[in-house]
């Protein structure tokens, strides 16, 4: 059984679930809640609602015509979150495992539209979270669905992760809002904490250990990454040194 959510995120479930029940019929296998709502640092501000919707099978051209039509439409609800809905819809084989070769999936996000998108190493951490975290609306235990996901591998998605993060450029423009500097300044300390302790913590949770644990320089910074996460004001200013911490995190991750 799900948890409480405040009114404006059950509102926008109570819609979804049957919206996508009725797009993909008996092909939907089941729908579940992963990101902040699964962890736990759920944040009514700032936090989107991130979902998987597991299918018996690939999505078809008419279920993906069917789904198109469904995030249209929730798109133009009268609810806050109708613009903060971020999921994705794989099948149950690619699921299990997530090979190399079966990440192409249908995705949307608030910053993308509908569509066919490439997952990569993020989703080794996001199936990670479904299966040990996640909080299911229609279907059955996630872990039967999900096999085990070492600390190991954890690990391994981390580091390629840092290394995507690390060959960006200098002032990536989509980084010149401070709310995502936040999260990338967030990104890190997540990372840095998952390769310590080989789980997956919510993002409020790293910020505070990184305070106590990552060398004194970075802590203004990170500092600041909390009152930046409902900022929205673009500061050119601040990327450099942002990026200097995105560099450091990725060469000293062990």
Known sequence: MAPP????????????????????????????????????DFDPVTSDIDFLAVTERPVTGEQFAALAKL?????????????????????????????????????????????????????????????ERGVTLLGPDPKTLIEPITPSELRTAVREQLRWWAAL????????????QAFAVETMCRAHLTL?????PSKPQAVAWALGALPEEWRPLIERSRLWREDETPDPDTLPEVMRFVRWAAETAS
């Not at 929730?74 to 190399?100: K, Q, V």
Request: charged share 25%; glycine share 10%.
């Open 169 to 180: 450029p200098d002032r990536p423009n989509w980084l010149r809002r401070r709310s995502y």
């Open 71 to 131: 995030h249209e439409r929730l798109a133009t609800l009268p609810n806050p979150y109708a613009h903060h809905l971020e999921g994705s819809y794989i099948d149950r084989a690619a699921l299990r495992r997530f090979g190399p070769d079966e990440r192409r999936h249908p995705s949307m996000g608030p910053d993308w539209s509908f569509d066919w998108g490439d997952h990569g190493a993020d989703w080794v951490l996001e199936r990670w979270i479904v299966r």
């Open 5 to 40: 959510f405040i009114p404006e995120v059950r509102a926008m479930l109570d819609a979804l679930l049957p919206g996508v029940q009725a797009a993909l019929g008996p092909g939907l296998v089941g729908l579940y809640l992963r990101g902040s709502l699964a962890l736990g």
């Open 196 to 200: 310590r302790t080989g789980e997956l």
